[in-house]
């Protein structure tokens, strides 16, 4: 069985993420939040298969968004994913203003190694497919979902910095969609940002 590929960590970290997601559902949604992770996840296989990678993905919103700490993922998963996950978690506290926040996430993600960017992608490519989509189905609607002060432009401004941060990934299929829903749902010559 040369082709065999061991699932053990993966499926361990899909049943934690599971647990750690259960009853929650994604932000303006009507589905289970988990459905984020595993997209996250499938988007990181198109680009490694590398268990820690795609277990990393499949984890990365337990610590900022549930009562899962750092320690915990490093207990069961591993020091390598915990980093890992720790890369996609925000440095700031929640309560910080928004622009900070993000600006602060881009920094870290700008200065990570290629394998958290590998799993950054996966999510922040799940995150804008759902944008996307939205703005086709409910259009300036979608805005007043986020948290931001200036709704679109300030969306607009992040994910364009994430582009940057991300761009050593420019020759994967995930990071040139990414570019391409950019584009699509924003503008590609928005004068504004």
Request: hydrophobic share 40%; aromatic share 10%.
């Amino acid at each position: 069985m040369d082709n065999f590929f061991d699932t053990e960590l993966f499926d361990r970290a899909a049943k934690f993420a599971i647990n750690a997601h259960h009853g929650t559902e994604r932000r303006g949604k009507n589905f289970p939040y988990i459905l984020h992770p595993m997209e996250a996840a499938n988007i990181v296989a198109t680009i490694t298969t590398d268990p820690e990678m795609l277990a990393a993905a499949i984890l990365h919103d337990t610590v900022e968004d549930t009562e899962v700490t750092f320690e915990q993922i490093c207990d069961e998963f591993g020091e390598r994913v915990a980093n890992l996950v720790q890369h996609e978690t925000c440095p700031l506290p929640k309560k910080a203003p928004w622009h900070d926040r993000k600006q602060a996430q881009i920094d870290l993600l700008a200065d990570s190694p290629y394998d958290s960017k590998v799993v950054a992608m996966g999510d922040k490519l799940s995150n804008l497919r759902a944008i996307a989509m939205d703005y086709c189905m409910i259009g300036d609607k979608l805005w007043s979902r986020f948290k931001s002060p200036n709704g679109k432009s300030d969306i607009a401004w992040y994910y364009r910095l994430l582009a940057d941060a991300l761009s050593d990934l420019s020759d994967t299929f995930p990071y040139q969609e990414f570019v391409m829903l950019l584009d699509k749902t924003f503008g590609s010559d928005d004068k504004s940002l």
